[in-house]
């Protein structure tokens, strides 16, 4: 996305850099970088960007600072894009800034790996996607609950609702699974009948049946 306005948060400053010499690369516009969550919000607030790439754990404590100043972001600047970076599958934390709504974001370091990938998945979360890494879903799926809301669903359909968390439109689930885009279709709408979802428009509903998938547990 030529020219989309973005700052890099990581304590790391080899990562950061990279990640700022990538983005450079690919067409974003690095406003600003910085390596604890207080500069951060500082930076936001000065540079006001549309899109926010943020390490979960940074200084002091290197717990949730991160994700602290990412929510401080989402509440002054629902309008600023955020992919939270983790090198940990620590979901629970980020629940609630994903289920804020669309444009947010969470992947696992170790997935940046794939250049054309990373840079789709930050377009997606810019445009009002929401995206979560499935290391994450798988963990959440492995520990989930007696009262499982996930009962019903077969496993292609987890499948499809594990690609669904990854923002992935019925075409790109068609894609992976090596099925016609059709067939998606009917899993969707399987699964959106199964889970105990509100009667709103499809899109919405799609997102609630991703976080209903990744809380049960």
């Known amino acids: 996305m030529s020219g989309t306005r973005v700052v890099v948060a990581d304590d790391e400053v080899l990562l950061r850099e990279g990640l700022a010499s990538l983005l450079g690369r690919s067409g974003f516009e690095v406003v600003g970088q910085c ?22 754990r940074m200084p002091p404590t290197h717990t949730t600072e991160g994700l602290d100043a990412a929510r401080t972001i989402r509440e002054e600047f629902p309008q600023t894009a955020i992919l939270l970076l983790s ?8 629940m609630d800034l994903l289920a804020g709504g669309g444009g947010s974001g969470y992947l696992l370091k170790s997935r940046v790996t ?22 994450l879903v798988e963990e959440l799926v ?11 669903i077969t496993p292609r359909e987890r499948e499809v609702l594990s690609l669904m968390a990854e ?3 019925n075409a790109g689930i068609a894609h992976a699974l090596w099925v016609t885009e059709g067939t998606v279709e009917k899993h969707v709408h399987s699964i959106l009948g199964k889970l105990p979802l509100p009667d709103t428009h499809d899109d919405h509903r799609r997102v609630l049946a991703v976080l209903t998938f990744l809380e049960a547990r």
Not at 87 to 94: M, T, W
Not at 118 to 134: C, H, I, M, Q, Y
Not at 142 to 152: K, Q
């Open 35 to 56: 390596g604890d969550g207080a500069e951060l919000i500082d930076l936001v607030r000065e540079q006001r960007p549309q899109l926010a790439l943020i390490d979960i």
């Open 87 to 94: 090198a940990h599958v620590e979901v629970e934390h980020a």
């Open 114 to 135: 794939d250049v054309e990938e990373f840079t789709e998945t930050l377009e997606r979360v810019v445009k009002g996607g929401s995206v979560v890494d499935p290391a």
């Open 142 to 152: 492995a520990a989930r609950r007696a009262d499982d809301p996930l009962e019903e």
């Open 167 to 169: 923002g992935r439109s």
